[in-house]
């Protein structure tokens, strides 16, 4: 697509308004029915885009407007920070769980359960932070700089993951206390990002209203700021899956070197990222911060219930004799807001599936032939499939816009639910399978049958089923990620008021904290053989969150344009 400053008119649109306008020697044009000329519209007359009216967007194709160089920076330092924390979490089930100097990686020889209740731990802690980080942010020192300060907090955890992860310090006992602390660095930096990063990713493109746009080859369309802020969110969605891959390298660092080198590998991509946000930060969008808006949300809430618990009760246009210190328009967007937030909260199944992958998942694959890979490798394939599937499902959308079918933001959110749920099952599948194949069946790696006198790495052998049998489950996970995460991050910045969206974006990663509290809750069944029972039910109960949330918010799509138009009206 091109964007010229000049676009012709319409062929025969022109010449029809010249031949109104037009006189000559012998003619009056104002004698001539005494009518008067109609003004050409901004785009006959060749001129640059200009705002488009609502006949216009109901009936005109949408478009994206192009991607800004200062949303290309923030993607790229947004990439290399998720290479550093998918390459950091991914082969931490292997260090906590085993033991030094065994057929699978480890360290800490925790085992299974423990370990993964540490790793939920950690989700719940890192998931919890951003909630201060957010007032932080919106109210005191802005998005950039509190994304610098999470950084470098972020760099102080993996310095020390670094350090005490190597042989002489596993020998002296400071792999645990180490791992503590950079767990605390790593949660305190990663919460301070997830809560910042989004909005701030969301500031960088500037132009929200629609805008009426001729292409070269003469259609008439609308680029459409929600469709953009979209991309942006998908795009930066792919560039972090690319950079997820990272966890193919540290695992094979992790098992052909040692754990310190993968993390030394994650220490340079957090580098890289903070070196780019701090050399084109003039460059970058820097959104002032709004003030505390909570406060006064709190007295418009008090005020609402005084009057029946609605909130339209307490606009100042519903007042009779009395003052608010707000305007119509904040208790509006404050209540956009807040139907953000009870859909982010739905979110609270679908997190605690997802981080399956990162604990349970990797353990499941340790029961199975590796054929020489390690087990906490196969994860990667959940970001191969997010970088296979990411530019179909982007193409989806557009398809379905050209057609004007309507695949709003609640829709993709159920569907993802739903796509969740199918790739639980499948783990179930999966575990179903390794229980029914020998040497151990339900007790994989731990019957006398799996020892092996053979092996020189002093290990035992797994159930005879490859490994390669689990990689699905990471591409039916890859689509519930793309439709819901970027779906999830789109609607809390798009719906939040101005001055709370870094708030907002925290909701969401409290309900992924509160997600991560229910894996807690749930890892005394993380182990054989009731893990089978646990992937069926999170699976079963996924699918039927899926039905009940369509149910109950899909007529938030039909909504959406009326909710976008706030921002329109506020910047006018």
């Not at 942006?232 to 390298?249: C, D, K, R």
């Not at 001055?499 to 509160?514: C, N, S």
Request: aromatic share 10%; charged share 15%; glycine share 8%.
């Amino acid at each position: 697509m091109t964007y010229p400053q000049a676009v012709d008119a319409q062929p025969g649109v022109a010449a029809d308004k010249e031949n109104i306008t037009r006189t000559d020697s012998t003619s009056n044009p104002i004698a001539a029915n005494e009518e008067k000329a109609v003004p050409p519209h901004p785009l006959e007359r060749g001129l640059s885009p200009c705002d488009a009216t609502e006949d216009e967007i109901a009936t005109l194709r949408h478009v994206t407007d192009r991607t800004p160089l200062a949303a290309w920076i923030v993607i790229l330092a947004g990439a290399a920070e998720r290479a550093t924390y998918f390459g950091v979490i991914a082969p931490w089930q292997n260090y906590m769980q085993n033991p030094r100097h065994a057929a699978i990686p480890g360290a800490l020889g925790l085992g299974q359960s423990t370990a993964t209740n540490i790793f939920n731990a950690f989700f719940l802690f890192s998931f919890l932070t951003p909630m201060a980080f957010a007032l932080l942010s919106d109210i005191y020192i802005g998005r950039y700089k509190s994304l610098i300060a999470g950084l470098a907090m972020y760099l102080v955890g993996c310095l020390s993951l670094l350090l005490t992860s190597l042989p002489v310090a596993l020998d002296h006992g400071a792999g645990l206390p180490g791992l503590v602390l950079a767990m605390v660095f790593i949660g305190l930096g990663a919460g301070c990002i997830r809560a910042t990063y989004f909005p701030f990713l969301g500031d960088q493109y500037i132009q929200k209203k629609p805008q009426l746009l001729r292409h070269e080859n003469g259609e008439v369309v609308i680029v459409d700021g929600t469709r953009t802020l979209q991309l942006l969110y998908n795009l930066y969605y792919w560039f972090t899956n690319v950079a997820a891959l990272s966890t193919i390298v540290t695992t094979f660092l992790e098992k052909e070197v040692d754990f310190w080198a993968a993390y030394a590998l994650c220490t340079v991509c957090l580098f890289v990222s903070i070196v780019v946000l701090i050399v084109f930060a003039e460059r970058i969008v820097k959104v002032e911060p709004q003030g505390n808006n909570l406060p006064l949300a709190i007295k418009v809430g008090l005020c609402a219930a005084r009057s029946g618990w609605k909130l339209d009760h307490a606009k100042q246009s519903y007042q009779t004799g009395a003052t608010v210190p707000w305007s119509d328009t904040f208790v509006d967007e404050l209540k956009r807001g807040l139907m953000a937030c009870r859909v982010i909260v739905s979110y609270l199944i679908f997190y605690l599936c997802v981080n399956q992958m990162f604990n349970n998942l990797v353990s499941q694959a340790g029961q199975m032939n590796l054929d020489g890979v390690p087990n906490d490798m196969i994860q990667a394939f959940s970001g191969v499939a997010c970088i296979l599937l990411g530019p179909g499902i982007q193409s989806l959308y557009s398809f379905l816009a050209r057609r004007r079918i309507a695949f709003g933001p609640i829709a993709r959110i159920a569907v993802a639910f739903f796509f969740c749920g199918g790739a639980m099952a499948y783990a179930a599948g999966v575990q179903k399978l390794i229980y029914n194949t020998a040497p151990c069946y339900d007790r994989p790696r731990a019957c006398p049958a799996a020892d092996d006198d053979d092996d020189d790495d002093d290990g035992r052998l797994p159930n005879d089923i490859s490994v390669w049998v689990q990689v699905p489950v990471y591409f039916v996970l890859a689509v519930a990620e793309i439709l819901g995460f970027v779906t999830a991050s789109e609607y809390a910045y798009s719906k939040a008021p101005p001055g709370m969206k870094t708030i907002v974006q925290a909701l969401v990663q409290l309900t992924a904290g509160v997600g991560s509290g229910l894996g807690m809750a749930l890892s005394p069944v993380a182990r054989d053989p009731d893990v089978l029972v646990m992937y069926a039910s999170i699976a079963g109960v996924m699918v039927l969150a899926a039905g009940l949330f369509y149910w109950r918010f899909a007529r938030y799509d039909e909504m959406d344009e009326e909710m976008n138009r706030m921002d329109f009206e506020r910047d006018e």
